[in-house]
């Protein structure tokens, strides 16, 4: 008599990397069935609790926060053990941490993928870049990836397009900002390569979603959709055929026969147990709560390897007040950065750096930073119109290496649900710190440059939520978790949908590689079935 299963797939994680790879399964007539710890809000929802919040700051203010399905600002959700306060901007709710994001969507050039044999550092992915190509190119148009055609990403200067691609963006670059075009007139004057950030703003319609008009609000919320996010491929993945489950904390993989998984238990707010059975389960809970759960059930860690190797890209900042206006503030929150650092040999003493440019509104910074400063009235509004038009504000941020040091482990404490939370051990390593010393001489270069006056040029080490690592992916069953299908080692119905299978992390956001990978085990899963 044939075994019965609740869906041919589930998928732990609602976010961007798992509605993707939902909605992949469920269009090609697969049963699947979407769990998510937080709840479906709208929108709008999400634009009103941003304007009443008071707290403009913090970017997850305006989304839930309930005691079973903590945002990570939360002080309840995590602890830190290490010297780097590690505090990452994760959200809970249909859709993932793609609410609130740059929209940054590179991909990784293939000298990323290969740091070990190139540079004799860190280690290299379980496959070539040509492997991922068609993925990276399938990904680029679920989200409408705005970007061009003709620049060499590697950052090295040349005058063609790189990395190499089967088909172009789907949607072209926007133009370019006042504020861009200035820093890259004079900046890139003296050799710096300014680069178009590829992102998934849409500025044009695509997929149901309107052209960006230029809210500068990316985070904490796009207030039209114009800016892609994981709710997006949740509401495709729900058409299709899939069902969603809110308020389902999972908590314990259980094993079966065979080696397989044989069903996920989630628990409610109210307090409810249920077990669910499956053909294949894909975790999709980003890079601290998957290892987490892994951890919790007892499975995939033969090597020992599951939540150690945590990566983010611990950055620094720099913001000076240049000579000109510049009117920062127009347009999308990130057009683009500079990078004469991605890529090179001296990546075997160094960390990679990459600059953006952050171009949101800073009026709000500068009224602060005067108010403390006891600057009241007339000359507070004048000093504010004056500082916002010549603000220049640089994020960078560093490639870090794999360290199983570096680790997310369950913690004592327990949650509402009684599970327990997180416990981070982070340090940055030297070969960020070398980096560092190698950006602040860029910056040096910034200010000289624009004649600028340093308001902040050593902001310390900042987190830049881009977890990796934590589930690492590698050719080699003893020291890797997943092998280069993101498909466990140890339970052949066991697959990753998460940033945290990525061994080498480069300078660039990992959400478009994350969404690749995703539509790529899903496909290997689609067949299988």
Not at 280 to 294: D, Q, R, S
């Amino acid at each position: 008599m044939a075994t019965e299963f609740d869906a041919d797939v589930i998928v732990v994680g609602s976010g961007a990397l798992g509605s993707n790879a939902a909605y992949e399964l469920a269009s090609r007539g697969k049963s699947v069935i979407m769990l998510e710890a937080g709840e479906w809000i709208p929108r709008w929802k999400v634009v009103e609790n941003f304007r009443a919040s008071p707290r403009k700051g913090n970017h997850n203010d305006p989304y839930p926060n309930a005691p079973w399905a903590h945002t990570s600002f939360d002080g309840d959700y995590l602890e830190n053990t290490g010297s780097f306060e590690f505090k990452p901007g994760m959200l809970k709710l249909v859709g993932g941490t793609t609410w609130h994001w740059a929209a940054a969507t590179w991909r990784y050039i293939p000298n990323d993928m290969k740091l070990k044999t190139l540079y004799g550092v860190g280690r290299d992915w379980p496959m070539d870049y040509d492997e991922l190509e068609p993925w990276y190119t399938k990904a680029e148009y679920n989200l409408g990836v705005a970007g061009s055609d003709t620049e060499d990403q590697s950052g090295r200067g040349g005058d063609s397009a790189y990395p190499p691609r089967s088909k172009p963006y789907p949607v072209p670059p926007e133009a370019e900002t006042y504020y861009f075009q200035r820093l890259k007139a004079r900046i890139g004057a003296e050799g710096y390569n300014f680069l178009h950030e590829p992102n998934g703003r849409t500025n044009q319609p695509w997929d149901g979603r309107p052209a960006c008009s230029g809210n500068n609000n990316c985070m904490p919320v796009c207030p039209i959709g114009a800016m892609y996010s994981g709710d997006v491929h949740a509401r495709h993945a729900q058409k299709a055929g899939a069902k969603i489950l809110t308020d389902a904390t999972a908590y314990k993989l259980e094993k079966g026969e065979g080696g397989k998984i044989a069903a996920v238990h989630y628990r409610s707010s109210k307090g409810d147990d249920v077990r669910l059975t499956a053909k294949y389960f894909i975790i999709a809970c980003h890079g601290l709560e998957t290892p987490k759960l892994l951890l919790l059930s007892d499975v995939a860690n033969s090597s020992d390897q599951v939540g150690r190797n945590l990566m983010d890209h611990s950055g620094m900042g720099l913001q000076f007040l240049a000579d000109e206006q510049l009117w920062p503030g127009r347009g999308q929150v990130q057009q683009g950065g500079i990078f004469n650092l991605r890529d090179g040999d001296f990546r075997r003493e160094h960390s990679a750096v990459k600059h953006a440019l952050t171009n949101t509104v800073p009026n709000r910074a500068i009224a602060e930073r005067l108010l403390k400063q006891g600057v009241v009235g007339p000359e507070l509004d004048e000093r504010i119109r004056d500082m916002a038009a010549r603000w220049v504000d640089v994020s960078t941020v560093f490639e870090m290496l794999p360290h199983p040091e570096n680790r997310v482990t369950p913690s004592q404490k327990k949650d509402a649900l009684g599970i327990p939370g997180l416990s981070v051990h982070y340090d940055v390593d030297d070969y960020v710190k070398a980096g560092a010393v190698k950006a602040k001489e860029n910056f040096a270069d910034f200010v000289r440059i624009m004649n600028g006056e340093v308001i902040e040029d050593d902001t310390g080490f900042q987190n830049r939520d881009h977890i990796m690592g934590t589930v690492i992916m590698g050719d080699d069953p003893k020291d890797s978790v997943v092998n280069h299908e993101c498909r466990t080692w140890d339970h052949p119905n066991l697959f990753m949908a998460t940033t945290g299978v990525i061994p080498a992390s480069g300078v660039i956001n990992p959400t478009l590689p994350g969404v690749a990978l995703a539509l790529r085990s899903a496909d290997i899963i689609a067949r299988e079935i």
